[in-house]
C-alpha cells in the first residue's frame, strides 16, 4: 500500500505540473525539456496503471484528460539541452536507451484500455470510444530482454 501512496502523490505532483499536457502546449518549455517531461510522464502513466491494478483500486489518470504524446525513440546522444528541434524518432525496430519504454508504454495503454473496457466500474465510469492502438514490434533488444525467440512474435 505504502507504494501505491508514492505512487499518488507522484502521480499528482505531475499532473499538477502539466505533464499531463503536451509540452507543445507550453511554448516556453524548450523542445529537450518538452522530451524529457514525455518520458517522465510514460513512467508515471505506467506507473499508475501497474500499481492500482496489483493492490485492486482504480487507476487516478484518465487517458481521456491527457494529451501527452509518447517519448520519441532516439538516442541519449541526439538529446542536448540547447536544441532547438527535435530529430524524428526512429523506428521501434532500431535499439535506443529508451526503445523499450516506448515499446512498453504502448503495451500498458492497451492493457490500461482493456482493462477499463472489462472493469468499467473499477475507473468510476464508463470507457466508449476507445481508439485503435497501433502496437509495434518488439525491438531486437526487447526481445532479449524478455527473451522471447524472434519466431515467437507474429507480425
Known sequence: MGTYLLS?????????QGYHRDPSQFPNLSVFQGEMRRRIWSAVSQHDLLFSIQIGLPKCIRYAECDTQPPRNLFEEELYED??????SR?????TE???QVVKL???RAYGYAYSRIYPHAFGCVVRN???LHIHPLSS????????PNQAIQY
Open 83 to 88: 536544441m532547438k528541434e527535435l530529430p524524428p
Open 91 to 95: 523506428p521501434v525496430s532500431e535499439d
Open 106 to 108: 504502448q503495451i500498458m
Open 8 to 16: 499518488g502523490t507522484m502521480m499528482r505532483l505531475a499532473l499538477q
Open 141 to 148: 533488444r526487447a526481445r532479449r530482454e524478455l527473451e522471447v
Open 130 to 132: 476507445i481508439p485503435t
Open 98 to 100: 529508451i526503445s523499450y
